[in-house]
């Protein structure tokens, strides 16, 4: 959900995330620590009123195609760990009916 919301804005607050999502702080959280640590978004500090504690702001810094192929890929894999293990399954039962 914040990377669907993230993708429809130029930029956003975490707040402007948990009220256009209805996700909740510690949700968004991890969904921005996640798109930070693969390098997706940059984050800036912005004064509203120039008063209080500043507001950090995301954006996207890679194309939604970046993102598109890293979860493709990791269909493919994911994909092919399944198909491995259902193969070693079969193998295991085979070898039990035999034995």
């Known amino acids: 959900m914040t990377l669907v919301y993230l993708s429809n804005v130029k930029e956003a607050s975490s707040r402007e995330i948990e009220i256009g999502t209805g996700l909740r702080q510690p949700e968004i ?50 994909y092919e760990e399944s198909v491995l293990k259902i193969n070693q399954l079969k193998v295991l039962i085979q070898k039990k009916d035999y034995t």
């Open 29 to 78: 959280s991890l969904a921005i620590n996640f798109m930070s640590d693969n390098k997706w978004i940059d984050s800036r500090m912005i004064r509203v009123n120039k008063k209080g504690r500043p507001l950090r702001v995301y954006s996207f810094c890679v194309p939604m195609e970046t993102i598109y192929a890293f979860y493709e890929l990791k269909a493919h894999k994911d």
